[in-house]
């Protein structure tokens, strides 16, 4: 019988550097919230870690083959690589797997779509990692994003969880034979801050999230923790804050009106619509929307088809009817 996610993925209430806590899970693989140096920091899980390991920059600089220059790059946001902790006879586990975060652009539990998809890259690629190394049994996760990194405590942690169960199951259904046979037991999410009464907090949100996505969890289904409403303003915030510097999305220019509506994506539920008319200036509502509209023109992704009335582009966020 196929276990679900839910005996898989644990809390934990504790510090991730405590040997005796690790030694007590059996954990073989600490994972580092790192910055993409690898170079430490005097904070966070990052700065514990390489505190407790004073030469890991060493065995990091040593197994990655590169030199100790502070400022060099070693590992891309969204990704992770693994090494040895470097103390002998001092060892926390068998492996330290860092990974780089993206730090929170937004407000409230909103921010933009790129930042999510990187957080959600860190747990794939922690778990590609794990897949690497078929000695891992156990492995100690922090909430990836939630310390000097700023996300919300909250949605980090559903982030975390969505993810670690998305991967897992990716990694059964491409690959079950090489699944069944991996030694993999449990992911820890451990939770900790040097307050308690902020770790009791902290434990009892994780709880609630985990208690919320349990049934999920136990059939072994992929989980979003987005709702259809915080996918688009997730998407609205991408636009408003990155296209003009990125130029990801193609531009739609008609003369004329332009009816502007949410509706048009695929996944989504919203009916309202939002006017804006050449000549007229930006409206509030849809510079939230949107973001970058110049003169006649309004930012849609994909691509762009002839119907009777004109042309209509769906994008990934507005759908705009040229009128």
Same mark, same amino acid.
């Given at each position: 019988?196929?276990?679900?996610?839910?005996?898989?993925?644990?809390?934990?209430?504790?510090?991730?550097?405590?040997?005796?806590?690790?030694?007590?899970?059996?954990?073989?693989?600490?994972?580092?919230?790192?910055?993409?140096?690898?170079?430490? *920091?005097?904070?966070?899980?990052?700065?514990?870690?390489?505190?407790?390991?004073?030469?890991?920059?060493?065995?990091?600089?040593?197994?990655?083959?590169?030199?100790?220059?502070?400022?060099? $790059?070693?590992?891309?946001?969204?990704?992770?690589?693994?090494?040895?902790?470097?103390?002998?006879?001092?060892?926390?586990?068998?492996?330290?797997?860092?990974?780089?975060?993206?730090?929170?652009?937004?407000?409230?539990?909103?921010?933009?779509?790129?930042?999510? $998809?990187?957080?959600?890259?860190?747990?794939?690629?922690?778990?590609?990692?794990?897949?690497?190394?078929?000695?891992?049994?156990?492995?100690?996760?922090?909430?990836?994003?939630?310390?000097?990194?700023?996300?919300?405590?909250?949605?980090?942690?559903?982030?975390?969880?969505?993810?670690?169960?998305?991967?897992?199951?990716?990694?059964?259904?491409?690959?079950?034979?090489?699944?069944?046979?991996?030694?993999?037991?449990?992911?820890?999410?451990?939770?900790?801050?040097?307050?308690?009464?902020?770790?009791?907090?902290?434990?009892?949100?994780?709880?609630?999230?985990?208690?919320?996505?349990?049934?999920?969890?136990?059939?072994?289904?992929?989980?979003?923790?987005?709702? *259809?409403? $915080?996918?688009?303003?997730?998407?609205?915030?991408?636009?408003?804050?990155?296209?003009?510097?990125?130029?990801?999305?193609?531009?739609?220019?008609?003369?004329?009106?332009?009816?502007?509506?949410?509706?048009?994506?695929?996944?989504?539920?919203?009916?309202?619509?939002?006017?804006?008319?050449?000549?007229?200036?930006?409206?509030?509502?849809?510079?939230?929307?949107?973001?970058?509209? $110049?003169?006649?023109?309004?930012?849609?992704? *994909?691509?762009?088809?002839?119907?009777?009335?004109?042309?209509?582009?769906?994008?990934?966020?507005?759908?705009?009817?040229?009128?």
């Amino acid at each position: 019988m196929t276990l679900g996610m839910d005996h898989v993925i644990v809390v934990i209430k504790g510090d991730i550097t405590d040997k005796k806590l690790l030694n007590k899970l059996r954990v073989d693989a600490i994972v580092n919230a790192a910055n993409p140096t690898l170079m430490g *920091s005097d904070q966070g899980v990052d700065g514990a870690i390489h505190a407790k390991l004073p030469k890991l920059k060493k065995r990091i600089c040593k197994e990655l083959g590169t030199d100790r220059l502070a400022n060099r $790059q070693r590992c891309g946001r969204g990704k992770a690589v693994t090494t040895s902790d470097g103390e002998k006879g001092k060892k926390l586990c068998r492996y330290i797997i860092h990974t780089v975060g993206s730090k929170y652009d937004g407000s409230g539990e909103i921010c933009s779509s790129s930042r999510i $998809q990187t957080l959600e890259n860190c747990y794939h690629s922690v778990i590609d990692e794990v897949k690497k190394h078929p000695d891992i049994r156990n492995v100690a996760v922090p909430v990836i994003g939630a310390g000097d990194y700023g996300f919300p405590f909250k949605l980090a942690m559903e982030i975390a969880v969505c993810s670690i169960n998305n991967a897992l199951l990716e990694w059964r259904q491409k690959d079950p034979e090489l699944f069944e046979k991996a030694k993999l037991e449990r992911v820890y999410i451990f939770i900790f801050h040097p307050s308690k009464a902020k770790t009791d907090e902290k434990f009892q949100t994780a709880n609630w999230v985990m208690q919320k996505y349990h049934q999920l969890l136990m059939s072994n289904r992929k989980i979003t923790y987005l709702t *259809s409403r $915080q996918a688009h303003l997730s998407y609205w915030k991408e636009i408003r804050m990155y296209d003009r510097e990125r130029g990801y999305f193609s531009i739609a220019r008609s003369a004329g009106n332009l009816n502007v509506h949410s509706d048009a994506v695929s996944s989504g539920n919203v009916s309202e619509r939002f006017i804006w008319r050449k000549g007229l200036g930006k409206t509030p509502e849809f510079c939230g929307m949107a973001g970058c509209v $110049q003169d006649s023109a309004a930012i849609c992704e *994909s691509d762009v088809s002839e119907l009777d009335n004109g042309k209509m582009a769906i994008g990934r966020i507005v759908g705009i009817d040229c009128v």
